[in-house]
């Protein structure tokens, strides 16, 4: 079945403590890309990644970092997490013949930092 | 910042009704997609419209792109109560670069 899958799915942790969420994608895309979403705002883009290697900013980048070692995996990093990233996430994918192709999403992590 | 904007923010209509969500964007766009998101879950790509297009149909969905206006709707017809769900407009700059923005969405509510 092709899917997106993001883990772990809820996180409650403190300022501070690094982590890392994972997101995983089994259709061999090409573009990769974290959001996040709060109330009122919509999804707003963090990063995205063309290609293995490539990676680049999206609308709010701040204190979140990426990367793309494989073609099938993209972590998001928070090195010294804060309490406004408290935020759901989600990491999506899709193809790449010319831009915003439709994108298959994962089923989003719900992060509270306190 | 923000380049789409759905409006309006809330919806509520009976089942059978239609529904017209609207999206306005600023930049020139290569395409235009909505999407749906059930509370709390990972978006659903409902249907994507190209800059040269102006309707386009699925199933019960209707999406209209007007590019001098810089605006899209999206019909949902005979609505039903799964309809229920947030709606969102999605566009990439006509600039070759890869960022996407959704808008804020529209949150459809069908009564049974």
């Known amino acids: 079945e092709a899917q997106v899958t993001q883990n772990p799915r809820y996180l409650i942790t403190v300022t501070g403590k690094k982590l890392t969420v994972t997101c995983s994608q089994n259709m061999n895309h090409e573009y990769m890309s974290w959001y996040r979403q709060d109330p009122g705002l919509g999804l707003r883009q963090i990063y995205y990644s063309m290609n293995v290697e490539v990676t680049d900013k999206g609308d709010v980048p701040e204190g979140y970092k990426v990367s793309r070692k494989e073609k099938r995996n993209f972590p998001l990093i928070l090195e010294s997490p804060s309490p406004n990233q408290t935020s759901l996430y989600f990491c999506a994918s899709s193809i790449i013949q010319g831009s915003n192709q439709p994108q298959h999403f994962g089923d989003g992590t719900r992060l509270s930092i306190l | 910042s923000q380049q789409g904007e759905e409006d309006p923010q809330a919806l509520s209509i009976q089942e059978g009704e239609n529904a017209t969500m609207n999206c306005s964007y600023k930049t020139s766009i290569n395409n235009l997609q909505w999407y749906r998101q059930n509370s709390g879950r990972g978006l659903v790509h409902l249907i994507l419209i190209r800059s040269n297009e102006r309707e386009k149909h699925s199933g019960r969905l209707r999406v209209t792109l007007d590019t001098s206006k810089k605006s899209s709707s999206l019909l949902i017809t005979a609505s039903r109560a799964a309809d229920t769900a947030s709606y969102f407009c999605?566009?990439?700059?006509?600039?070759?670069?890869?960022?996407?923005?959704f808008g804020a969405g529209t949150r459809l509510f069908v009564k049974a």
């Open positions: 999605a566009t990439a700059a006509n600039t070759g670069g890869f960022k996407t923005i």
